[in-house]
């Protein structure tokens, strides 16, 4: 799960912070960096695990409905989200429930959350339209809740401030981590059982150790790579660039020198995307242009052993 679009994030983030932090210990600091990693990979299995506590959610619901439609003698409510073959195959799935046990993570100290987000739901038109589809298969059942979390729960401000209150790390995770969640329910099949297999902590471990790589050439060789950037700012005045800025270039002209199998455009737009999400509005067309400019005389210098396209 933790890929290489989130470790860049991260990293800029840490490096940030590392910088703003009067106690700079880079041993600390990169334990800080998969420690905030591995808080994202919770975050997934929490979200995922919301979906069960919805579902429970439901069936207290239905047992209040069923006694009282008993009581007074009107119809049975109908059973069919409580039933939700996709709710129940993720409440039974082995990888999440052991990961939430070890990790001591579960939705039962939420239940004003939960009964309010059941509420949302049930009251939704998504909701109208499933319970009303005479369509009753498992990928209907599925569908529904890639509709509901897209709808109700990717966008959800009480779920946002509750998140926010048991991490300080998942506020800035959640976006990244949706994704995540909706690729994963996408990829549920039903012949699989219990026994589906969720998204792995790291994509790869090659992945963890990109991490490390990425962020110790950051901060050892950050006096270079700023003095690259000095060098490729003239026609720009370098003194009044914003801070974060400095620190996504010098990131970005790390994984360029330190990654021989990383294109140098890839490594442009990645840092460019994230420059629009975390500095200012001017930052992605600046630090484009600047990474550029700062790739081109690597190139020339033998500094850099890769290739770009020829200015035309």
Do not use: C
């Not at 109208?128 to 498992?138: A, L, Q, R």
């Not at 996504?248 to 990383?262: D, G, H, K, R, T």
Request: aromatic share 12%.
């Amino acid at each position: 799960m933790i890929n290489r679009e989130l470790i860049r994030i991260k990293i800029v983030q840490l490096t940030y912070a590392y910088y703003q932090n009067g106690n700079k210990n880079i041993e600390t600091a990169e334990k800080e960096l998969l420690f905030s990693l591995s808080k994202a990979y919770d975050l997934y299995n929490y979200l995922l695990a919301l979906i069960v506590g919805i579902t429970k959610e439901a069936r207290r619901h239905l047992e209040v409905a069923e006694s009282r439609a008993k009581r007074e003698g009107t119809p049975m409510p109908s059973t069919k989200f409580v039933y939700n073959r996709f709710a129940l195959q993720l409440e039974g799935n082995k990888m999440l429930n052991d990961f939430m046990e070890t990790q001591k993570l579960n939705w039962d100290d939420e239940p004003e959350f939960l009964k309010k987000i059941y509420t949302q739901i049930s009251e939704s038109q998504i909701y109208k339209d499933y319970m009303d589809d005479p369509e009753d298969n498992y990928q209907a059942d599925r569908e529904l809740w890639r509709k509901v979390y897209r709808t109700l729960i990717q966008d959800n401000s009480d779920l946002d401030a509750l998140l926010e209150e048991k991490s300080l790390y998942w506020n800035d995770d959640k976006e990244v981590v949706d994704t995540f969640v909706l690729k994963t329910i996408k990829r549920f099949d039903e012949t699989n059982r219990q026994s589906q297999q969720l998204l792995p902590e790291y994509d790869s471990e090659d992945d963890k150790e990109y991490a490390r790589k990425l962020f110790r050439a950051t901060i050892l060789n950050g006096d270079e790579y700023q003095h690259y950037m000095s060098e490729a700012s003239r026609n720009w005045d370098f003194s009044r660039l914003a801070y974060m800025d400095i620190v996504v270039m010098q990131i970005a002209i790390a994984e360029m020198l330190n990654f021989p199998s990383i294109p140098v455009s890839v490594t442009i737009n990645e840092f460019v995307d994230i420059a629009k999400l975390y500095s200012t509005p001017q930052s992605g067309g600046y630090i484009n242009g600047m990474l550029d400019t700062i790739a081109r005389h690597l190139i020339q210098t033998g500094k850099m052993l890769k290739q770009m396209k020829v200015e035309s």
